[in-house]
């Protein structure tokens, strides 16, 4: 059974949210165990803020880098088929050929670092053409000044928001753009038992 996503609930922890969220769309609920869940939320929230209190500036690319890393190991050591990657720098794009548009092509998720007045972490759960499925969990009501960002209420297991691709690729610090690119980031996820392949459908190959 899937689990509707779900939003953050402060200022900060769109990160492990975000992180949540991904093995939510990517695996049923009765796959996931309690060690799953509180390691992402261990090792998230670990920046501190100007007063000195951990969590409030939220979670560092250091950060997501470790919890890729030990989502690999989990997923080696067979307690869930998951696998996953690390992005940054010029990796980070929608490039043709690139990874970021590969993954979510063959079924996966990625979790990646915008702007969003500050950085903010959201999840990419598909592409279609030069628009991406994203789940922003940060809970708005309003819709955008941008047209072409759109508002999606009833897809709760996989993504609010429909967004182009020119969004994420711009350099210029734009609401959801990646940024700068020596400063990108994104984490790549698979569910192993579903991910796509040349071997498995004919669909991929074209």
Same mark, same amino acid.
């Given at each position: %059974?899937?689990?509707?996503?779900?939003?953050?609930?402060?200022?900060?922890?769109?990160?492990? &949210?975000?992180?949540?969220?991904?093995?939510?769309?990517?695996?049923?609920?009765?796959?996931?165990?309690?060690?799953?869940?509180? #390691?992402? %939320?261990?090792?998230?929230l $670990?920046?501190?803020?100007k007063?000195?209190?951990?969590?409030?500036?939220?979670?560092?690319?250091?950060?997501?880098?470790?919890?890729?890393?030990w989502?690999?190991?989990?997923?080696?050591?067979?307690?869930?088929?998951?696998?996953?990657?690390?992005?940054?720098?010029?990796?980070?794009?929608? #490039?043709?050929?690139?990874?970021?548009?590969?993954?979510?092509?063959?079924?996966?998720?990625?979790?990646?670092?915008?702007?969003?007045?500050?950085?903010?972490?959201?999840?990419?759960?598909?592409?279609?053409?030069?628009?991406?499925?994203?789940?922003?969990?940060y809970?708005?009501?309003?819709?955008?000044?941008?047209?072409?960002?759109?508002?999606?209420? $009833?897809?709760?297991?996989?993504? #609010?928001?429909?967004?182009? &691709?020119?969004?994420?690729?711009?350099?210029?610090?734009?609401?959801?753009?990646?940024?700068?690119?020596?400063t990108?980031?994104?984490?790549?996820?698979?569910?192993?038992?579903?991910?796509?392949?040349?071997?498995? &459908?004919?669909?991929?190959?074209?």
């Amino acid at each position: %059974m899937k689990n509707p996503l779900h939003y953050q609930l402060s200022e900060y922890d769109c990160g492990p &949210t975000s992180m949540l969220n991904a093995m939510a769309y990517l695996f049923e609920r009765e796959q996931l165990s309690p060690e799953l869940l509180r #390691n992402i %939320m261990l090792y998230c929230l $670990d920046c501190y803020g100007k007063d000195g209190i951990t969590g409030k500036s939220g979670t560092s690319c250091m950060a997501m880098m470790f919890l890729s890393n030990w989502l690999n190991g989990f997923g080696t050591a067979g307690h869930l088929p998951v696998s996953s990657r690390f992005l940054s720098g010029e990796e980070v794009n929608f #490039n043709q050929n690139g990874l970021l548009r590969d993954a979510l092509c063959r079924g996966g998720a990625a979790v990646v670092r915008v702007d969003f007045e500050g950085w903010h972490y959201v999840l990419l759960t598909g592409i279609r053409k030069e628009e991406v499925l994203v789940f922003d969990p940060y809970y708005r009501k309003e819709d955008f000044p941008w047209k072409e960002v759109q508002m999606i209420p $009833d897809q709760p297991t996989s993504y #609010n928001r429909i967004i182009p &691709t020119h969004f994420f690729d711009q350099e210029e610090i734009k609401p959801y753009s990646f940024g700068p690119e020596k400063t990108r980031e994104a984490v790549l996820i698979f569910n192993e038992e579903t991910k796509l392949t040349a071997e498995k &459908t004919i669909e991929y190959m074209i």
